[in-house]
């Protein structure tokens, strides 16, 4: 409560102080700032700002195209301009990139969307008290310590056509061959690894929340079902954004579990990643650093829009319930000391 | 001993290349990047650059090397086991022009790629002993006819058969046509003890086995995917035969699940009594013939050449070459270091301790060697007619496309025609110099 109320002083204060002081004191205070953030700003530079750019430029260029008469792959680069971009669009390449991105689509609205639902779920189981619970949150987080390459081999022999799945189901399907089943597999595995980061993420939201306020709703009258869209969802609205947000870039750049599990080169599981490394294995570096730029911008254009769309109201809302909540709180107060 | 006269041979060589700019390799005049035959010069230590060796039998065979030559050590560079990460390692390393890498171990497909690129220095013909090596394993050491690798282990397909049954069905031999083996199937499979077996097996899922059944079946048949001049060949009859071999076979004599079993697959299948036919490798053999239990069929089955549609079918050519990086300090050295890797008593010895299949052609009939390994007459013969994949500078691309293509032709999803079709089309550009 103390926190809620004091940070909007403090903002003020801090904004206002200034405001009173000289002008050279505020150039002063910015000079400074700027200093102490030019080494932050100087990595980040070097480590995110160059290879994006330097990525952009080898996509502007080609090389070993074509060979001499002796059978010699022609040396150089050369400028190509936008040419690895549209050709990314056109012909043959252009079914391979639409199969690729619905690929990379659906596999990050299907996988996100049981995810959220499952970690939500687990986060719930892990943070009743019971007897064992530590042992239940431990085997809940197993899936997430284990590395991609690993659960894929894992899941690859489940989904074998004379493996578990199989077994468990009564059926024959050739869940790792080329086609639809494949595409299932794929889904059934990376939401078997990640849903424990969203229930992890999740609890650390719900352990946020104070306990009397799911008293007050118990004496309201308000049964579980209630308690969880009215209570539990808002309150842990920005813990779980952040954590679907999180899954929806790794997911889009997906490509060690189903190159493991099903394959590279398979249609019916190829996403964006893999058809940058394929072209980068096959010594095509300005067609992969085209894909690559291209899946870029469409996971900066996903973010950007669920952090404006959703991430924006968040922030809002959360001022707008401070605002709300004071005066209520001191009518409250002041009937009880009337009462 | 062995050095002094090759230093001679190298002095000779540079002041004739001085004045002629020709020894060894005859038309190397206008190419870059230290292709020329002529320039393998420098001597000291060298590094072998191989795929993980399972065997450990590696090391020993270099303790070998360097033990006669105390100033010219090798050390090996171990890459990961699967074969692209290899290929990976190899370019990066050579589009770096690092000197890291000195001798190369080459999946036999890498070659035109390699040399393509001017990353292999161009070996000496003349200063390599070539004659005693099985002549189909040469061909793969080379581009455009010129020498850049020498082909040290190698490797074909093979028909393993249930022999236990075919005896009791009253067969009396391999099958050597795809009819017969049919035939043979059908009075197999009408044993009690074979009536739940499928009768054949050969790869179809979409990896580069695909690749190789794909060049079975259609060299098989008398056809060929990229011909000699290289160009696409696939508006064939010849091709048309081999995939719907492949698509006939897939259909009525293939295991349900066929299209997800690799290697391995294949292998458990055999080794669990589930198949009568099969199409695989060598190393096969030692481990299903082993007896500590893991196999069913040890001792019950032997292997023949691959049958084809008219008689004996056509294998495929796989294997390893060595060559020397194009950036390579010591390149005297590591023609040495090949000499002695590819030489009959090195290749004696890897046999022995790894069962790799040599290339010298002198191995397969040592009576010694066929009481340890019986197969190796079977595989002399699959590897005299066996058919390199396709040539192509754009091999990853290649087989990718032949990969599709085929894979779509044997599920059913395209008609033959159209998959050859597509494929054809696919690959004219992709070899188009």
């Known amino acids: ?339 | 001993m062995r050095r002094t006269p090759l230093i001679g041979g190298t002095v000779v060589c540079a002041a004739l290349a001085l004045s002629l700019s020709a020894c060894g390799g005859d038309d190397d005049g206008g190419s870059k990047g230290g292709a020329g035959a002529a320039s393998l010069q420098g001597r000291g230590p060298i590094t072998f650059v191989t795929g993980k060796d399972r065997s450990g039998y590696l090391q020993k065979q270099l303790d070998g090397w360097n033990a006669e030559h105390p100033k010219e050590q090798v050390r090996v560079i171990e890459l990961p086991d699967e074969p692209n990460d290899q290929r990976q390692q190899m370019i990066q390393n050579a589009t770096t022009k690092s000197d890291a890498y000195a001798v190369l171990n080459l999946d036999v497909v890498w070659t035109a790629e390699f040399a393509a690129n001017r990353w292999l220095a161009q070996l000496p013909k003349d200063q390599i002993d070539l004659s005693k090596m099985l002549p189909a394993t040469i061909t793969t050491g080379q581009y455009r006819d010129k020498l850049y690798a020498v082909p040290s282990t190698s490797d074909a397909g093979m028909l393993y058969f249930r022999r236990d049954l075919l005896e009791k069905a009253g067969i009396t031999g391999p099958p050597k046509t795809y009819t017969e083996m049919w035939d043979d199937c059908a009075k197999v499979k009408k044993l009690p003890e074979a009536k739940d077996a499928d009768c054949f097996f050969t790869e179809v899922n979409k990896t580069e086995s695909m690749t190789i059944s794909a060049v079975e079946a259609i060299e098989s048949a008398g056809g060929s995917i990229i011909g000699p001049d290289g160009r696409p060949t696939l508006n064939t009859p010849q091709a048309k035969q081999g995939v719907e071999f492949l698509v006939a076979a897939k259909k009525d004599h293939m295991p349900k699940e066929a299209v997800t079993l690799d290697t391995e697959g294949g292998r458990r299948s055999f080794q669990s009594g589930k198949l009568i036919f099969q199409r695989q490798w060598p190393y096969q053999y030692g481990l299903a013939d082993s007896g500590d239990g893991s196999s069913k069929v040890a001792g019950r089955f032997a292997v023949a050449p691959l049958p084809g549609p008219n008689g004996p079918g056509v294998a495929n050519l796989g294997g390893h070459n060595l060559a020397i990086s194009a950036f390579a300090k010591n390149k005297a050295t590591s023609l040495d270091f090949i000499r002695y890797l590819t030489g009959e008593q090195a290749q004696r010895a890897n046999l022995l301790a790894t069962s790799q299949a040599p290339t010298v052609a002198a191995l397969y009939d040592d009576p010694e060697m066929v009481k340890k390994f019986p197969y190796l007459p079977v595989l002399k013969q699959a590897i005299a007619g066996a058919r390199p994949r396709p040539v192509a500078v754009k091999y990853g691309d290649v087989t990718a496309a032949v990969q599709g293509e085929m894979y779509d032709a044997v599920t059913g999803k395209k008609p033959v025609d159209q998959a050859l079709a597509d494929l054809q089309s696919k690959l004219q550009p992709l070899t188009a110099q």
């Open chain 1, 1 to 339: 409560m103390t926190t809620t109320e004091s940070a909007p002083a403090a903002g003020t204060a801090a904004a206002g102080a200034p405001r009173g002081r000289g002008k050279g004191d505020v150039q002063g205070t910015r000079r400074l700032a700027a200093l102490l953030l030019s080494p932050t700003l100087l990595v980040l530079a070097l480590v995110i700002g160059y290879p994006v750019l330097a990525g952009f430029r080898e996509s502007l260029y080609a090389r070993g195209e074509g060979l001499d008469a002796d059978g010699f792959v022609v040396e150089g680069d050369r400028f190509v301009g936008l040419d690895n971009y549209t050709a990314i669009f056109q012909g043959d390449r252009a079914d391979a990139f639409w199969n690729a991105f619905s690929n990379t689509t659906f596999f990050t609205l299907t996988t996100v969307v049981l995810e959220t639902v499952i970690g939500v779920a687990m986060a719930l189981i892990m943070q009743q008290a019971f007897r064992g619970r530590a042992l239940v949150r431990a085997s809940i987080l197993v899936p997430w310590a284990i590395p991609t390459a690993i659960s894929g081999l894992l899941w690859r022999w489940i989904f074998q056509a004379d493996g578990a799945a199989n077994a468990v189901l009564r059926q024959e399907i050739l869940w790792t061959a080329d086609g639809f089943p494949a595409k299932a597999a794929v889904v059934i595995a990376e939401v078997w690894k990640t849903s424990p980061f969203i229930g992890l993420l999740v609890l650390a939201g719900l352990q946020m929340i104070p306990r009397d306020v799911y008293e007050a709703a118990r004496v309201d009258g308000a049964g579980p079902v209630q308690q969880f869209f009215r209570i539990t969802l808002p309150l842990v609205k920005p813990a779980l954004l952040v954590a679907v947000l999180f899954r929806m870039l790794d997911v889009l750049r997906m490509f060690d579990l189903p190159a493991v599990l099903i394959g590279v080169n398979q249609r019916s599981v190829e996403t964006l990643t893999m058809i940058a490394w394929f072209e980068a294995s096959n010594l095509r570096y300005g067609s992969a650093a085209a894909y690559a730029t291209v899946l870029f911008l469409y996971v900066a254009l996903i973010a950007y829009l669920f952090v404006k769309l959703l991430g924006a109201d968040i922030i809002g809302e959360a001022r707008g319930r401070t605002r709300r909540a004071r005066p209520v709180r001191t009518a409250r107060g002041r009937r009880r000391a009337a009462a």
